[in-house]
């Protein structure tokens, strides 16, 4: 069965840095991978949908890199703002399914 | 706006009563999912509408069913709930296929008195 991880499970930072978030998989069959932003007591935002034959997808301050192979992505924030404080969740569809595996996110804090 | 609107955004109900918990979009997708997701965890697919279509997890509890009366709404109803169904529940809606991304509502968190 899939299993999604991040790491670290909460992050804080000074505004204006760039920062890295971690997602691994235990099945590099997936069809994609997915970022979603997810704000206190708010459904799921998505960022970023990255398809198995990309490497990488970038949006504004956003841009989020996938090696299958490896089992990893990334999704990188550039200059970071207080209004980029929330938990990031990356998740997974698998081949022969049409359910996202969800990792239990990264909580964010950028400190003004 | 076309979106995914979740109806209501905060449901309180008693141990036992049943709830409904309603979800409909704008998007005209094919595919209507309900996850739930329990405090500090990752959101957990309970089941997923292709069309007409009914598809259930295997490890969903047979207290929670789900209607979709058309391609705009689906239900979700819980006959009995206990304290531990306690969570929000998001309804998200893709076009078929697997490179399809999902779109989710803001939720609707369910409290059991």
């Known amino acids: 069965k899939q299993e999604v991880t991040q790491i670290p499970a909460a992050l804080s930072v000074p505004e204006g840095e760039n920062l890295v978030l971690n997602c691994s998989f235990t099945d590099s069959a997936i069809y994609n991978l997915q970022w979603f932003r997810q704000d206190p007591g708010k459904g799921l935002t998505s960022l970023l949908l990255i398809q198995s034959s990309q490497r990488e997808q970038t949006s504004g301050r956003l841009n989020a890199s996938l090696d299958k192979s490896s089992g990893r992505s990334t999704l990188y924030i550039a200059a970071s703002q207080p209004g980029d404080s929330a938990t990031y969740l990356c998740?997974?569809?698998?081949?022969?399914?049409?359910?996202?595996?969800f990792g239990t996110g990264t909580r964010l804090t950028v400190i003004p | 706006d076309a979106m995914v609107i979740q109806n209501p955004r905060y449901q309180v109900t008693q141990f036992g009563k049943p709830v409904t918990l309603s979800c409909s979009q704008t998007l005209n997708h094919n595919v209507m999912y309900w996850y739930q997701q329990k405090s500090s965890q990752a959101p957990k697919l309970l089941f997923h509408?292709?069309?007409?279509?009914?598809?259930n997890e295997a490890d969903t509890p047979d207290n929670f069913q789900s209607r979709r009366p058309n391609t705009s709404f689906c239900f979700l109803d819980i006959r009995s709930p206990g304290l531990g169904d306690a969570a929000m529940y998001l309804c998200?809606?893709?076009?078929?296929?697997?490179?399809?991304?999902?779109?989710f509502g803001d939720g609707t968190r369910l409290s059991i008195l």
């Open positions: 998740a997974v569809i698998g081949t022969g399914a049409n359910n996202l595996f």
């Open positions: 509408y292709y069309d007409k279509d009914f598809n």
């Open positions: 998200a809606t893709s076009r078929a296929g697997p490179n399809q991304p999902q779109h």
